[in-house]
């Protein structure tokens, strides 16, 4: 297998450091009701409780100010290894394909080449399929986009968006999240290399079944007709977000196959588990900042840092 050619020497005085992660979904509602000059539909709001949970999370990034942020997402699908974006700048339009009364912007983000270069080495080191994305054309999924927007609207900081291999689930959850755990180890080894200061985001909701028709169609924001699918999909929510802020991930780890089972949970596309064990499995607790349903769907927005 042919190695690429761009990874270099960290930087002397510059240990790499996974500074923070978050788990950070992403319906596009969440950047409708907002109304940021990036989006063309306009809005009356909506949404709140989640939105001031993203409010924590971008004062936070502000506070650590990272040198790049590491973002894996469902929506960004390739069938054959882990993709890394890898081209210094991406811009366009993005209009989500289910909802694009609501989403339709543009966007416009600086790769960080050296880190994306280095996780593609580090994959194949791992034994992992891999490719760097160097097409200065790709359209960035709305996964990626609306997750990096929520937690730094001001897009200041580089990124490097990785793609969910769909393939391990043909096998079964197990064979797919233990490849997501090697996916894991490699970013942070890559993260390590590079000397650079990263926070993670697992572009992920919880429980993931929906409405099958927007509530109401004139106001896509009305909050009265906005409630979870249903209280089994809020009870295993619950469940997963108690061991989380427990700091159980034994527990969490051992649910988890059964969660995305019975929840349709958006984290079997692997992003948490890439996370969580490219941060060495923390021990403490995670720090919820709010939660709440959007379409039905369960989505806690949430913040693992040292205490
Ligand atoms: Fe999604």
Same mark, same amino acid.
């Given at each position: 297998?042919?190695?690429?050619p761009f990874a ?40 709140e ?61 600086? #790769?960080?080449? *050296? ?6 080495? =580090?994959?194949? %080191?791992? $034994? @992992? ?23 730094n609207?001001?897009?200041?900081i ?26 894991g ?34 106001l896509p924001?009305?909050?009265?007709r ?9 009870e ?18 051992r #649910?988890?196959? *059964? ?6 949970? =958006?984290?079997? %596309?692997? $992003? @948490? ?35």
């Amino acid at each position: 297998m042919t190695q690429t050619p761009f990874a270099k020497v960290a930087p002397a005085g510059r240990p790499g450091e996974i500074v923070a992660g978050f788990l950070a979904p992403h319906p596009p509602h969440l950047v409708y009701a907002e109304n940021p000059p990036q989006n063309e539909p306009r809005s009356r709001g909506g949404w709140e409780v989640l939105r001031w949970a993203y409010e924590h999370c971008r004062r936070r990034i502000k506070e650590l100010s990272p040198d790049v942020i590491l973002v894996h997402s469902p929506h960004w699908q390739t069938v054959v290894g882990h993709h890394v974006l890898a081209t210094p700048r991406l811009e366009g339009r993005s209009v989500d394909p289910i909802f694009p009364h609501l989403f339709r912007y543009d966007y416009g983000m600086d #790769i960080d080449v *050296e880190l994306a270069g280095a996780i593609v080495e =580090e994959c194949f %080191a791992a $034994g @992992l399929e891999s490719r760097p994305m160097r097409n200065p054309k790709f359209r960035v999924d709305y996964g990626t986009i609306v997750s990096l927007h929520l937690l730094n609207p001001g897009w200041d900081i580089p990124v490097v968006g990785i793609s969910a291999n769909n393939s391990p689930y043909f096998y079964d959850d197990k064979v797919g999240q233990e490849e997501m755990t090697r996916l894991g180890h490699a970013t942070a080894r890559a993260i390590a290399k590079t000397g650079r200061r990263a926070v993670l985001v697992a572009s992920n909701s919880l429980s993931h079944l929906h409405f099958s028709e927007e509530p109401n169609p004139a106001l896509p924001e009305d909050m009265s007709r906005e409630h979870v699918f249903s209280h089994a999909q809020y009870e295993w929510d619950v469940r997963v977000i108690n061991l989380l802020r427990e700091g159980n991930l034994e527990e969490f780890f051992r #649910i988890l196959p *059964e969660f995305c089972l019975e929840a349709f949970a =958006e984290i079997k %596309a692997g $992003g @948490l588990t890439w996370m969580l064990e490219a941060m060495g499995r923390p021990s403490y607790g995670a720090k919820l900042h709010g939660y709440g349903n959007v379409i039905g769907t369960g989505n806690a927005v949430m913040e693992w840092s040292r205490p």
